[in-house]
């Protein structure tokens, strides 16, 4: 007989293309940005677009950003069940930066179907690497505990790191301490920030932003390790650099899909501020290197 029908849940920040969520139906959780008085849904909203954040922090406008309530996580999980879903897979940004998975885990325990919440640990791209991860493997015939365990996996695997031209955005919101910010400003240094178990961590600073790039190069590399990879370069207002920065890698990496350029979403864009980039590298998933390797893969470098 076959299994129980499983939906995989994630959020606007995991900043999946429409066409990924489209091909895996993957149910995708607004989060809300809050420009000055108004309040918008990411990815729902148009007023909610990257280049308005980006925007409103030039011009010192407040802008902040907000959770789904557990009570709307479960109406959300009421109505993936009226659909017909028995399980859920539930695929978050980090915990300890967002209180999302904390919803996720409260409307669990009184949803009408199982659900299984995952603190990815990550941000961004490699959350959304992590639910691609667990809709395959449900495709694949894995149950929801299978699934869940291969989206914690890879997003364990994932690496976050990236570039602000300033800590002022990421200390507004309390994800760096004022004095890292300060120090940084006084000294005028470039800062490289990873995501380390959950967590932001700054590890290396440098003089300018071209020199950041380079470096944010040479990590991504140094993480793909020779292995087949999927990489996400992000960027808030600052497209060519991202380009840039997506070119080079292209010619280094052993890559089962291009290159993917986006624009960081208005939730996180919201917390780094314009210039930022940032680079996701992904374990690929053992179908895609299958798949890369065919004699018809595509050996464009960048999308």
């Known amino acids: 007989m076959p299994g129980p029908r499983i939906a995989i849940v994630t959020d606007s920040p995991a900043s999946l293309p429409e066409e990924v969520v489209e091909e ?89 179907v199982p659900v299984h919440p995952v603190d990815s640990r990550q941000v961004g791209p490699a959350t959304g690497y992590g639910a691609v991860a667990a809709a395959v493997a449900v495709a694949s015939g894995a149950s929801a505990a299978e699934a869940a365990l291969a989206a914690r996996q890879r997003a364990e695997a ?39 178990d959950g967590k932001i961590d700054s590890f290396e600073k440098v003089r300018t932003a071209g020199r950041a790039l380079a470096r944010l190069e040479e990590h991504a590399v140094q993480a793909a390790d020779e292995q087949p990879v999927e990489v996400t370069v992000a960027h808030l207002a600052s497209p060519e650099r991202a380009e840039a920065l997506a070119a080079k890698l292209a010619g280094r990496l052993d890559l089962v899909t291009p290159v993917r350029i986006a624009e960081l979403g208005a939730v996180l864009g919201a917390h780094v501020g314009p210039g930022m980039v940032a680079v996701c590298v992904a374990p690929a998933l053992e179908g895609a290197v299958a798949a890369a390797s065919g004699p018809d893969s595509d050996d464009s470098p960048v999308e």
Do not use: N, W
Not at 69 to 80: F, Q, T
Not at 164 to 187: F, I, P, S, W
């Open 24 to 112: 895996h139906g993957i149910f995708v959780v607004p989060l809300q940005v809050i420009i000055g008085a108004t309040s918008y849904d990411e990815g729902v909203d148009e007023g909610a677009s990257p280049a308005m954040v980006a925007q409103a922090l030039r011009e010192f406008t407040p802008v902040s950003t907000s959770r789904p309530s557990p009570a709307r996580m479960l109406e959300i999980y009421a109505d993936i069940a009226e659909q017909g879903y028995e399980e859920i897979v539930s695929v978050h940004l980090s915990g300890e930066m967002s209180g999302t998975f904390d919803s996720a885990l409260v409307a669990s325990r009184t949803a009408v």
């Open 158 to 196: 994932s690496t976050s790191l990236f570039y602000v031209d300033t800590l002022e955005y990421l200390r507004r919101g309390g994800r760096v301490g004022a004095a890292a910010a300060l120090l940084g400003g006084a000294l005028a240094v470039k800062p490289l920030l990873r995501v380390s």
